[in-house]
């Protein structure tokens, strides 16, 4: 046996590379240990194929005719799949080896063995060129490195050590997609994708494994890692770097009875332990896999067999290796696609092995999403979890998003969960958050406790680069002692490798090096739960200092996901209006379970913000069509059940599913497709039969509406020069409903908005409202998501041309003037300003031909108001954001979001900006400004392009805008009156099911109870609205046996029933608190 030698030399950077020569993939390896890891190779026996557009089943896959294939064949185009038949025979000579199949190819592969996925092949492809990365490119690198050779899983292994009585033919099929880890982007990553890109088979071979070899690469680069990382002022670097270089030189590659004693030597460096306050970390292995981004969601059915199929191999052949996985609609496609595999799942999932996290239906967007529709993310997934897996999630994991709600840690504490973690922050342009590890307290005062992996990342890779940045970027040392560490490649990167797993496992305990367990999200979270004592809280919400493009980008996406809140909104509150009052009528529970989860998918980070490709976007809108077609359905269902038995003089409901009595106008469907307008007043959650048509309804105690137009005078032919220029016949339209005066000049934009009880005006002096601004829109790099603050400078008001405006409506119930409006060559605009009797607000209902490339368009509001605070409105609430650039904090929230109203107002009075499918906006000085279209052309390059519709409305308001209410403004604007058609007679009197005593709780939600054993309990959801502590009577005309809160999740409150006083129920609210009641109804006579 050969003895260590001593080194000769003590020269750091020599004994370093050599080092690395000695383990390098490129150099020597003729003679270097990385050159032995493979032994004898043969080729498969034979290799056929079949090529489809389709992804199809095994079963029916492996039925089609295989044609005869070789190495070095092409397959393709994207998005297509090749399935091969590889029939192999391992050499009788190789008994006792360990035998691997090496398989290379382009595209993501699976191969299956017996009719099941056994494990997923890296796809081998040259990493797409990132540049102009606005931030330090090592963010991307986990990424990245998943096409690179370290990354590389392109080794399946067939045996651990082949027996003399194993059989040594098999059959294996590969289905290889056609398609990269993150797509086929053409030319750089986030590009359109390429649908011509071919693909290619580069090996497909049997070879003969060295483990032996293998642990010693391991040991090598670990220790190599130590001696970079640690540096050359440390002595435990040079300890590391010295027993490699022994390592060196007591190993011969050729002869592997040599590695004992090298094997022996790192043995003896790693079990030198560190000391007792080194710190912890919990690594545990994730695969983060977008639901759909720069593919398809079928492709992402397929990415997470490929994914956990590896997974689970890791997991049997290491029982202390823990995954991590999230998202409830992923597994529910496994448990669909992949029957067999979801079984394995649920067996480690009870080992403890397997853990679902993050509680929610997908890692869906944190700004986007209405409060009702976050509250269902968890529910559905929560129930989701429960039901396959035996229990709830206990922490929300959301890594990759682009904002993160002030209102989600009262809805994580309300659905179970206390814990919460991301990542995504690392990634803020302006300001790098101050923690790592933090109470979070929302909207409501509600705390969670946060952690960010302190490495910024959730794809690590076990190096000790990433254990040693762990510890030193984390921004609580001294507060808290554990962190996590997430690794695994991500986006069907397969997720954790076995190289990954051993590499963490050296590292248990060696000094020089934090500790490091392979542990579990809820083992991290008790550890730094003991810590809390210490830790600093984050008021309010986590806003994304990047990515604010994805406010506005692709918006039909964000109008259809408006409207399908709604309509699931309306169905769910008539069907259960229908339950409550007819024997007969069904509640369609699955129906509107399976809608609210398709919702619920598309609302996915990569979906409702708008930065997925085309082919995304386009079964997106198939699946906003699927809810609004059967929404309505179900509507009309509903309708037809609260009608019946009831003669009436009309086929017509007219429904308010708002919370409070609404008179409105509205178009009444007429005989021959015509409509005609009326004033009808609806009782709150409730309905009335249809009235007369307007003209025969006195519109008293309201002023009706009065239109003028400043006559136009044509111009003095040129023989009569000499006689005076008219004056004050410039075009202009007067729209008075009494309650406010909007004037507009002949272009279009407002001069003026008065509140003609106080004769107040709101726009600014001397500027125009309704002002259309076109700025440059170029970001660094990711260009459906950023929008970037010097875009500010480049601002250019959209100017009109005069004469185009022109009254529409002539007045009584409605008064309306519009115009068009030339917005470039290429892009034009109309709009109908329309102000309606008792209205107090006026709407702009536009229409835009939009043909742009890299312009972003914004409608602006000077307003004669002072304030330092604009508001928002966000889920189950509002918050404020500054209207100034004070500080890095500030001025980093150029463009922010808010959902269905804005509003800037100073003592007494203010100006309120609402929308009906809008979400980017901003307030800067008085100025308050709507996002209306972008036009970035990456990763869909017709993203946007073409005709869009959409309505905001301005309302000025005295004193603030909770009394001037503002916000049921806004739900009126976004929840129109319906007019239902009903098979017979409609009802001849109205009817309201819920009112509350209180303007500021609002009865958010009405459905069915998920799990009532006759169906006859209801949730209402309920919620304060102002900000303040209130007490409210809740009025119920249904016929309620019993009211007990509950959570969100819909679990009874254990301090049991309220009392029920001649059906009123009182509720206390403090502010922005949401509360959810379970109403059991009484049985219905039948
Ligand atoms: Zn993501």
């Known amino acids: 046996m050969a003895a260590a030698a001593a080194p000769a030399l003590k020269h750091w950077r020599t004994t370093l590379e050599r080092v690395e020569k000695f383990v390098s993939p490129l150099y020597f390896t003729d003679c270097n240990l990385r050159g032995r890891l493979f032994g004898d190779s043969c080729p498969v026996a034979e290799l056929s194929s079949f090529l489809t557009p389709e992804r199809l089943p095994y079963q029916e ?191 011969d590659p050729a002869q592997p009875e040599t590695f004992p004693v090298a094997q022996a030597l790192a043995s003896k460096f790693f079990g030198q332990r560190g000391g007792e306050s080194q710190h912890t970390i919990h690594a545990v292995g994730h695969c983060h896999i977008d639901t759909a981004w720069l593919w398809p969601f079928k492709e992402t059915v397929r990415k997470c067999a490929r994914s956990w199929v590896t997974a689970i191999q890791l997991m049997e052949r290491n029982p202390e290796f823990i995954f991590a996985c999230s998202q409830a609609q992923q597994l529910q496609w496994v448990k669909s696609y992949y029957p067999g595999l979801h079984a394995r799942l649920q067996e480690f999932a009870c080992r403890g092995q397997f853990v679902p996290v993050g509680g929610t239906w997908v890692e869906m967007d944190g700004n986007l999403p209405s409060g009702e529709a976050m509250v269902r993310q968890f529910l559905q997934g929560q129930n989701f979890f429960l039901q396959e897996f035996g229990k709830m999630c206990s922490e929300f994991w959301l890594p990759d998003t682009f904002g993160y709600s002030a209102q989600l840690p009262q809805i994580m504490r309300s659905c179970g969960i206390r814990h919460f973690l991301t990542q995504k922050l690392s990634w803020n342009l302006v300001n790098s958050f101050p923690h790592h590890t933090f109470l979070w ?136 209006l229908a339950l409550a009052r007819s024997a007969q009528f069904l509640y369609p529970a699955a129906q509107l379970r399976d809608l609210w989860r398709l919702l619920l998918l598309n609302q996915f980070h990569d979906v409702v913000t708008g930065s997925c490709i085309q082919l995304v976007a386009e079964e997106a809108m198939c699946h906003y069509e699927d809810i609004r077609s059967h929404g309505n359905t179900l509507l009309s269902a509903a309708a037809a059940a609260l009608c019946a038995g009831e003669p009436g003089p009309e086929g017509l409901l007219i429904v308010n599913t708002l919370p409070w009595k609404r008179t409105e106008v509205l178009a009444l469907p007429r005989p021959g497709g015509a409509h005609s307008l009326a004033l009808v007043t609806v009782p709150s959650m409730g309905y009335a039969p249809a009235p007369t048509p307007a003209s025969l309804q006195p519109l008293l105690p309201q002023q009706p509406v009065f239109v003028m137009q400043e006559l136009l005078v044509a111009e003095a032919p040129a023989d009569l020069a000499s006689r005076p220029p008219p004056t004050k016949t410039d075009g202009s339209v007067t729209l008075d409903n009494g309650i406010i005066r909007v004037r507009l000049d002949p272009t279009g934009r407002l001069t003026s908005l008065v509140l003609v009880a106080s004769g107040r005006e709101a726009i600014a002096e001397g500027a125009v ?77 536009t229409e835009v031909h939009w043909h742009e490339a890299h312009k972003f368009l914004k409608v602006e509001f000077p307003a004669r108001v002072r304030s330092p605070q604009a508001t928002y409105e966000v889920q189950f609430g509002h918050l404020q954001r500054p209207t100034h650039y004070n500080t890095s904090w500030d001025w980093a929230r150029f463009e922010v979001w808010a959902h269905r109203w804005m509003d ?55 004193g603030s805008f909770q009394d001037a209410g503002v916000i049921p403004a806004a739900y009126s604007l976004n929840f129109p009156l319906l007019a239902l058609p009903a098979p017979g007679p409609a009802p001849t009197a109205a009817w309201s099911a819920f009112s509350v005593s209180s303007p500021a709780v609002v009865l958010e939600t009405v459905k069915q109870a998920e799990t009532s054993p006759q169906g006859r309990t209801l949730v209402l959801r309920l919620y304060e609205a102002h900000g303040s502590h209130v007490d409210c009577w809740l009025h119920m005309s249904l016929p309620v046996q019993e009211a007990v809160l509950c959570d969100l999740l819909e679990r009874r409150d254990p301090a049991g029933p309220l009392p029920l006083r001649d059906a009123r129920l009182k509720l206390t609210f403090s502010p922005f608190q949401v509360q959810s009641l379970l109403l059991v109804l009484q049985p219905l006579p039948n």
């Not at 194993?166 to 398609?179: F, G, H, I, K």
């Not at 032996?212 to 640690?230: F, H, N, R, S, W």
């Not at 490091?516 to 309010?540: H, I, M, N, Y």
């Not at 008064?815 to 917005?823: M, V």
């Open 441 to 576: 307290e929302g909207l409501d005062g509600s705390r969670v406790l946060a952690h960010f992996p302190p490495g910024d990342s959730y794809g690590m890779q076990g190096s000790v680069e990433e254990v040693l940045k762990t510890v030193a970027k984390n921004r609580d040392k001294g507060r808290t002692n554990h962190s996590a560490f997430l690794f695994g490649f991500g986006d069907g990167g397969g997720g954790p490798t076995q190289t990954m797993v051993d590499r963490l496992k050296r590292l248990c305990d060696t000094d020089g090096l934090p500790r490091v367990q392979l542990s579990s999200p809820g083992r991290l979270f008790s550890a730094l739960e003991k810590d809390s004592g210490q830790l600093c809280t984050w008021v309010g919400e986590l806003f994304l200092e990047l990515h604010n493009g994805t406010y506005t980008t692709h918006a039909q996406i964000k109008k259809e996901n408006r409207e399908c809140e709604r309509i699931l909104h309306d169905a769910e509150l008539l069907s259960s």
């Open 61 to 251: 896959a492996v039925q089609q005719d295989f044609r005869p294939a070789r190495v070095g064949d092409s397959f393709g185009p994207t998005w297509w799949t090749c399935w091969f038949r590889v029939e192999l025979t391992i050499p009788e000579a190789w008994v006792g080896q360990e035998v691997h199949l090496r398989w290379e190819s382009d595209g993501e592969g699976l191969v299956w063995r017996d009719g099941e996925p056994v494990q997923g092949y890296r796809s081998h492809q040259k990493p797409p060129r990132i540049r102009h990365l606005p931030k330090a490119p090592q963010d991307w690198w986990p990424f990245l490195l998943g096409l690179t050779k370290e990354g590389e899983k392109t080794s399946y292994v067939l045996t651990d050590k082949l027996e003399e009585e194993d059989p040594r033919s098999l059959t294996l099929y590969v289905e290889v997609a056609c398609n990269g880890l993150l797509g086929a982007g053409k030319g750089s990553m986030i590009a359109a994708p390429d649908p011509e890109k071919m693909f290619q088979v580069s090996r497909a071979e049997l070879a003969v494994f060295h483990r032996d070899v293998y642990k010693l690469l391991v040991d090598l680069e670990l220790l190599l890692g130590m001696a970079k990382g640690l540096g050359e002022d440390n002595q435990r670097s040079f300890q590391a770097l010295y027993t490699a270089n022994q390592i060196v030189n007591v190993c």
């Open 904 to 958: 800037l107002s100073e003592h007494g009075f203010g100006l309120a900006l609402l929308n009906d499918c809008k979400y980017g906006a901003s307030v800067q000085g008085s100025v308050l400004s709507l996002s209306l279209l972008r036009a970035p052309k990456s990763p869909d390059a017709t993203v946007d392009m073409g005709r869009h519709e959409f309505t905001y409305a301005l309302m000025p308001h005295e």
């Open 769 to 845: 409202g309704n002002q259309f601004v076109l700025f440059d829109d170029v970001p660094l790099y990711w260009d459906a998501w950023d929008v970037m603050d010097y875009h500010l400078e480049t601002r250019k008001p959209v100017l009109g041309q005069a004469g185009t405006l022109a009254v529409g409506t002539e007045g009584g119930v409605r008064g309306s003037a519009w115009f068009l409006l030339q917005i470039s060559p290429n892009s034009r605009l109309s709009q109908e300003v329309v102000l309606d009797v008792g209205c107090p607000y006026v709407r702009f209902h």
